[in-house]
Every structure is written in C-alpha cells, then in structure tokens.
C-alpha cells in the first residue's frame, strides 16, 4: 500500500492514478489537457474547484460520478449537464480520454453517493510495458467507512493484491476508535425517541 497525502492537497500524487489520464477528486489541481476527472462524493473538501464555470478552462472535461452525486453536482453548483457522467455502483465502463482504462464505482459506506472507485489498465498497454496478464489495478477509497459487507463484495475482492490503494488516513491513529456504525444508529434514533416523548416546550432544538 502507498501512501498518499491528504485528499485535500494539492500534492498532485494524491489525486492523479499512475499511468493514467484519471484525476481524482482533484479539481484544484493546475488543469492538464485531456485528464479524465473522477468525483467519489459530494463534499467540499472532495469537490472544491468545481463551479459553474467548470469547462470553459483548458483541462477541464467530463467528470465521472455515481448519480446521485451527479444531481447534487448539477443542482447545488450549477456544473453543465453535459459534461457529468453519472455511472450506477457496480457497473464498469472506459471512458472516453481514458485510453482504454476501466472505471467501476462501489459502495463507500460513507454519504449517499459516496463511492469507491477501481481502476484497471488496458490489457495491451500491460503487455508493451512488461506486465502481460498483470494490468496495473488501483482503488481510490475518496472518503470510505470500512464495514463487513466490503470483505464480500465481488468487486472490491477482485482488487485484493492491487497495485496500489489510495486511502484517507484520516481517522486511522489508534486513539480514533468509534463504536459500530449500526450501534451509533440505534444509539441516536433512541436519543430522538426519547425527545419526542418530552412535552413540546421540554424538546430539545435540532439543527439540520
């Protein structure tokens, strides 16, 4: 496993898929012609750079998303329809710029839309650099909350002995330990159902 700096640096290494045109998550980077852009989720700090302005500068081109992020992209900052690219969790395409490189999304366990991206070299490219049958494979974790279901997803164990993973270490010291996410869910919906037996006046202010 490589590491990488923070997702929100602008350390090049972090964002870009070696031996490729994909660009991940990178929309602050100094744009270069035909790089092929890649969203995993719909948080500031992932998609900062991006505006409605997004493709009147030179590098600036189709950005890959799941659907779901793709609306978000569309509504809340005004990116052109035209040059989103929304592409369903599970299903694996290559775009086009990408020079043969397969993308596949899956699930990141994280924000709705939140995805995992799989990045897979064409199998001649392989083959002219010495890696016959051994296509370079990548994945890009963006913002990701490990859970069991991803030790039996078919895509994500394809990719075990990959080349490298991207992956944000933010919360991976050992004195970040955070109870199971289904626990945390019951914990607050318990918390909520006791507030609204609370008389009207006695409930407490919540801020969405």
């Known amino acids: 496993m490589l590491a990488r700096p923070a997702m929100n640096a602008t350390e090049r290494d972090a964002h870009t898929i070696p031996a490729s045109r ?5 929309f602050r980077l100094l ?10 989720h719909f948080h ?3 998609y900062g750079g991006l505006d409605d302005r ?3 500068r030179e590098g600036e081109g189709d950005i890959w998303c799941t659907p779901v992020t793709a609306k978000l992209v569309k509504l809340r900052l005004g990116v052109r329809v035209d040059l989103i690219r929304p592409l369903p969790l599970g299903d ?5 710029g990408a020079g043969g490189w397969t993308l596949q999304f899956v699930d990141a366990n994280h924000c709705p839309g939140a995805a995992q991206a799989l990045f897979t070299q064409p199998e001649a490219e392989a083959a002219a650099e010495g890696r016959a049958g051994k296509p370079r494979r990548y994945v890009h974790c963006g913002d990701m909350r490990a859970c069991e279901a991803m030790h039996t997803d078919a895509a994500l164990r394809a990719f075990v002995g990959c080349d490298a993973v991207f992956l944000d270490t933010t919360y991976a ?3 970040h330990t955070f109870p199971p996410q289904g626990e945390s869910i019951e ?3 318990h918390v909520v159902e ?9 409930r407490p202010l919540v801020l969405v």
């Not at 270069?32 to 969203?39: C, D, E, I, K, Q």
Request: glycine share 8%.
């Open 22 to 26: 994909f660009v991940v998550d990178g």
């Open 31 to 40: 744009r270069r012609p035909g790089s092929v852009h890649v969203l995993t």
């Open 44 to 46: 500031a700090d992932h």
């Open 54 to 56: 997004w493709g009147e």
């Open 92 to 96: 694996v395409t290559a775009p086009e």
């Open 173 to 175: 010291a050992p004195k």
């Open 187 to 189: 914990y607050c919906a």
């Open 194 to 202: 006791e507030a609204l037996r609370r008389p009207p006046e006695e």
